[in-house]
């Protein structure tokens, strides 16, 4: 047990010393880890270091399901929109467009969708004429 600190001796110094008591006793020669450095050397503090960690051992998300879905669908029509092919456009709005029929027939797990599937037409069409303009600049 630990003992009590004595009046009129300074927090710090009580702590020291008990520190350098436990030291000399091998206190900390067994403990997990001696001789390793410590996870993660990044030298920015994050208070909120261990809840993040705890989240990724997890597999959980930091944002709510409806708004992880729209930053995939914001990412997918991005990509969407580079794409080299047509083909590829319908794949990533058939697939996108899945997930977000899926989360529309659910009830929401957090803030509301605010979504609604792509026109796939819609975003081919304007894929076209943005591929047209870039090729004709080329030219």
Known sequence: MTERKPPGVS??????????????????????????????????????????????????????????????????????????????VRKILTEINAKIRDMMLKPPPGPPLGLKPYDVEEVVREWRERREGRQSQEG
């Open 11 to 88: 927090f710090e110094s009580f702590v020291d010393k008990q520190i350098r008591d436990a030291e000399a006793r091998g206190d900390f020669k067994s403990l997990p880890g001696v001789g390793r450095p410590l996870e993660g050397d990044d030298t920015t503090y994050d208070e909120l270091w261990w809840i993040k960690r705890k989240m990724a051992r997890e597999g959980m998300s930091v944002l709510p399901p409806t708004l992880a879905l729209r930053k995939e669908a914001e990412d997918a029509l991005a990509t969407a929109a580079e794409a080299p092919s047509e083909r590829v």
